[in-house]
């Protein structure tokens, strides 16, 4: 299926590793122009070069941290500079934050500075542009609602989907969709720190009726298909992507 991205431009956040840089690699085959940010300029390049070496168009590269207002008004001046007006937004910058019972506003706030408020803000940014182009995606990567313990991250993703339900509907008319994908377990640098390989089987025996940890590709090629024209009619959605992990309606 011919995805009609060519040429699209994108802008990728958490993009340093694991699920981001799928999600760059994923837009970048179906012909999209990606920009990609994270804090980690190291990686960036070497995700740029890894793409180049397999015959893919280099994305161009920001390097902020998106937690500071001065970095994402950078990531977002510096994108469009660099391709043009945004067209596609994917909000994949976030991370696991457990706390304890006790947990004070610093942790909570750091929770919520990167796994909420920097999507919010970089949407913000980036709307007027779509708005006037009567033409535009998010698509924001969240987290599933069956925490298992005390996890300030995901509170900050419940909220990202019930602010991203709520634009949907403001911008539904003007070709901008909004959409959340919450993954299961997907293979990651932070998966790969919080689920030693000896203590996986466990999990996902309790917890992954489909039998393993998917792959970034698997959670980015829902997130090609959502950024894309053929994708219009979808909007406010959460759509996981878990192998049957979630038990619960959304
Ligand atoms: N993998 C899973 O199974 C899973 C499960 C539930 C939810 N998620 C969500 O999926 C998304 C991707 O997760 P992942 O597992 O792929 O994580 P990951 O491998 O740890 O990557 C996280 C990305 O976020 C970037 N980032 C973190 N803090 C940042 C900051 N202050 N400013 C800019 N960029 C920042 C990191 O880049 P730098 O460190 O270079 O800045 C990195 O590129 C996250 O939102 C996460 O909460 C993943």
Redesign the pocket.
Same mark, same amino acid.
């Given at each position: 299926m011919d995805l009609l991205l060519k040429g699209r431009r994108c802008l990728v956040?958490? /993009?340093? /590793?694991?699920?981001?840089a799928g999600i760059v690699e994923a837009l970048t085959r179906e012909g999209a122009r990606v920009v990609a940010? =994270?804090?980690?300029k190291d990686?960036l390049e070497s995700l740029a070069d890894s793409m180049e070496v397999a015959g893919l168009e280099r994305p161009a590269i920001v390097a /902020?941290?998106?937690?500071e207002i001065d %970095?994402v008004k950078r990531v977002a001046r510096d994108a469009a500079a660099t391709v043009g007006p945004i067209e596609i937004l994917v909000n994949? =910058?976030?991370?696991?934050r457990p706390v304890a019972v006790e947990a004070g506003d610093d942790a909570w706030d750091e929770a919520f500075a990167?796994?909420f408020t =920097?999507a919010r803000r970089l949407t913000t940014e980036l709307l007027p542009a779509m708005r006037q182009a009567r033409w535009g995606r998010i698509i924001n990567?969240?987290?599933?609602m069956e925490p298992h313990f005390l996890n300030a /991250?995901l509170s900050a993703?419940a909220a990202l989907h019930l602010w991203a339900k709520g634009l949907s509907r403001d911008l539904a008319a003007e070709g901008v969709t909004i959409n959340s994908v &919450?993954? %299961?377990?997907?293979e990651?640098?932070?998966?790969d720190r919080l689920y030693p390989t000896d203590e996986r089987a466990d999990f996902i025996k309790r917890y992954i009726p489909i039998g393993y940890f998917g792959k &970034?590709a698997d959670l980015a090629n829902l997130v090609a298909f959502l950024a894309s024209p053929l994708a219009g009619y979808i909007t406010g959605t959460v759509i996981p992507v878990d192998g049957g992990m979630s038990q619960f309606a959304y």
């Open positions: 956040t958490g /993009a340093s /590793a694991g699920i981001g940010t =994270a804090r980690r990686l /902020a941290d998106i937690t %970095g994949c =910058a976030g991370g696991s990167i796994n =920097a990567v969240t987290g599933l /991250a993703k &919450p993954p %299961g377990r997907i990651s640098e932070q998966v &970034p």
